[in-house]
Nanobody, 120 residues
Framework: VQLVESGGGLVQPGGSRRLSCAAS????????MGWYRQAPGKQRESVAT???????NYVDSVKGRFTISRDNAKNTVYLQMNNLSPEDTAVYYC???????????????WGQGTQVTVSS
């Protein structure tokens, strides 16, 4: 199983960016998916999560600016980031809680991370 993120890069303050993360491989089912981030010298934090049914949860600092969504048919999760600030600079990681086989419990998988830098 692989989670591959894309969409990171350099963006100016106030700008927007859309991250994508596609899960591939032997997957029976994906439960929750989410985006986490880790800034230099800080612990990794949860940014946004989404259930298979579409219920979402956000950290307070991104509410009203970020939107998480998913396409279950494509095993893909997205993070639309608007009105970005330098404080959003971090490596963003995709997470998926998934089952490889129906008789196995779900296990969290992580992507390799994609750098988002907000700077003028």
């Amino acid at each position: 199983v692989q989670l591959v993120e894309s969409g990171g890069g350099l963006v100016q303050p106030g700008g927007s960016r859309r991250l994508s993360c596609a899960a591939s491989g032997s997957i029976f089912a994906i439960n929750d998916m989410g985006w986490y981030r880790q800034a230099p010298g800080k612990q990794r934090e949860s940014v946004a999560t989404i259930t298979r049914e579409g219920s979402t949860n956000y950290v307070d600092s991104v509410k009203g600016r970020f939107t998480i969504s998913r396409d279950n048919a494509k095993n893909t999760v997205y993070l639309q980031m608007n009105n970005l600030s330098p404080e959003d600079t971090a490596v963003y990681y995709c997470n998926a809680d998934l089952r490889v086989y129906d008789w196995l419990p779900s296990t969290p998988y992580w992507g390799q991370g994609t750098q988002v830098t907000v700077s003028s």
